[in-house]
């Protein structure tokens, strides 16, 4: 099947600055602006891509932390990204077309990011990490065996049949998940 050319897409002027509350402003006109009702912009707090397109959920999002980043570092490329996930949307929404692929690229390019590629590298910065809330621990001596930020999904049934590797004849049906106290 052929892919439809795409023509130049003017966009709404872009903010002076690359605040949040300029980066979400101007991501809501240029949702309206291109006509793809329904969708949205949001924040994520994602530390392992710059941003995201849901086209089922018809949702587009930015890291947060990247945000922050680029924000003073480098602003040109969050508003690059935000096309990027832009071009996602306009593919998706008119031609039901996900991924990288051709559609996509001439969508990058009517939106003034020609050459636009999959990924970039990002800047690097340490990701905020969340305190831990939850232990791995025997439950008769208290010995900590791990940590979580987010309660695990282990069922008390099969937390039974779990063990420390090296340890099992000491572990075994003794694990419990306990939350920190703060």
């Known amino acids: 099947m052929p892919v439809p050319e795409v023509q130049p897409i003017p966009l709404p002027p872009r903010p002076a600055g690359a605040t949040s509350a300029e980066v979400e402003a101007y991501a809501a006109a240029c949702l309206a602006h291109l006509h793809l009702q329904g969708w949205s912009f949001g924040w994520d707090k994602t530390s392992r891509r710059l941003g995201c397109c849901k086209p089922r959920q018809q949702r587009i999002s930015l890291s947060r932390y990247y945000a922050e980043a680029y924000a003073t570092k480098d602003p040109e490329q969050l ?3 935000l096309l990027h996930e832009l071009a ?4 998706w ?7 990288h692929g051709s559609i996509w ?7 003034g990011i020609p050459g636009e590629r999959a990924s970039v590298r990002g800047i690097e910065f340490a990701a905020p990490r969340s305190e ?7 439950q ?4 900590i065996y791990r940590t979580y930020t987010r309660r695990p999904r282990l069922t008390p049934a099969r937390l039974k049949t779990c063990f420390i590797p090296g ?11 306990k939350p920190i106290a703060s």
């Not at 929404?93 to 991924?99: A, D, E, F, L």
């Not at 008769?140 to 010995?143: A, D, F, L």
């Open 88 to 91: 996602h949307a306009l593919a």
């Open 167 to 177: 340890r099992k004849d000491e572990t075994l049906g003794k694990l419990i998940i």
């Open 79 to 81: 508003w690059r990204t």
């Open 132 to 138: 831990p809330r939850f232990n791995l621990c025997h």
């Open 93 to 99: 929404h008119y031609h039901r077309s996900m991924g």
């Open 140 to 143: 008769e001596t208290g010995e």
């Open 105 to 111: 690229k001439r969508y990058c390019t009517a939106l």
